[in-house]
């Protein structure tokens, strides 16, 4: 098996790097490399590894940059002191993303599912089951079913049946069935739209979003926008632009 560790920390480097020939005696391991540039000859030089365990921040920017440029799919475990880069790893062939400081424990774990991802793309009666769900336009996807939001120094989990919608005021805040407004680490609520069921959630204006069973009823108004009622009021003054107001009767 053909490791490559990617880190600008050298003592986290060298730690990592004890760690893995533990778990791995049999394997090569490679780097660390501590940088894009670094990463990016390694691999004019070198053929691709089996298993990839990178830093996100590096010297010279972050991670992504060089390793998206890689012309074939590559398993990454990625290793970060950051949570806020977890949207983005999972498109660069992520399998994992561990949070500093990662004990052997974590990859152990962490290896354990690179094993069971390798052995199910090897395995030809799973790749006869993704063939008939393509072939039967199921495309599978997956929607957030809880959030993690901010009460103080705590983080909650809300789960989606309490989830009355989210509203951008300058930072996004998420809205619970009892009227109560969280902070959330969401930037945008374009993002939100990739993670949220568009069947179960509907994005009225710029700054807010709503969740079918909280949505009463509305009204049109003189300016073509519709007046959308939430049930109980827990968010007031929800409005439709009169562009969307068509695609908004429809979909409920």
Avoid at 29 to 39: D, K, M, Q, T, Y
Avoid at 119 to 143: A, P
Avoid at 148 to 163: A, S, T
Avoid at 196 to 218: V, Y
Wanted: net charge negative; glycine share 4%.
């Amino acid at each position: 098996m053909r490791l490559l560790v990617i880190e600008d920390e050298s003592l986290i480097a060298a730690g990592l790097m004890h760690d893995l020939r533990s778990l791995n005696p049999d394997a090569t391991i490679a780097g660390p490399l501590s940088s894009n540039r670094e990463i990016r000859e390694w691999f004019q030089k070198n053929d691709l590894p089996d298993l990839i365990f990178s830093d996100i921040q590096l010297s010279d920017g972050v991670s992504f940059d060089a390793l998206s440029e890689m012309a074939q799919a590559c398993p990454i475990i990625f290793i970060t002191a950051f949570d806020e880069y977890a949207l983005k790893a999972f498109k660069v062939f992520s399998i994992d993303y561990l949070l500093k400081p990662v004990s052997i424990e974590d990859l152990q774990q962490a290896m354990e599912k690179y094993s069971k991802v390798v052995s199910k793309y090897e395995n030809s009666e799973y790749w006869g089951q993704v063939k008939q769900m393509l072939q039967t336009g199921h495309s599978g996807k997956l929607f957030k079913e809880r959030f993690m939001v901010h009460q103080g120094l705590k983080m909650l989990l809300i789960p989606l049946v309490d989830v009355v919608g989210f509203v951008k005021q300058e930072i996004i805040f998420l809205v619970d069935v009892n009227g109560q407004k969280y902070s959330t680490d969401y930037r945008s609520l374009d993002e939100l739209d990739d993670i949220l069921d568009p069947a179960k959630f509907f994005r009225t204006n710029r700054q807010s979003i709503l969740h079918l069973p909280f949505i009463h009823g509305f009204k049109t108004l003189e300016s073509g926008k519709l007046e959308v009622f939430v049930k109980d009021d827990l968010l007031p003054s929800v409005t439709v632009s009169k562009e969307k107001a068509s695609e908004f009767r429809k979909w409920l």
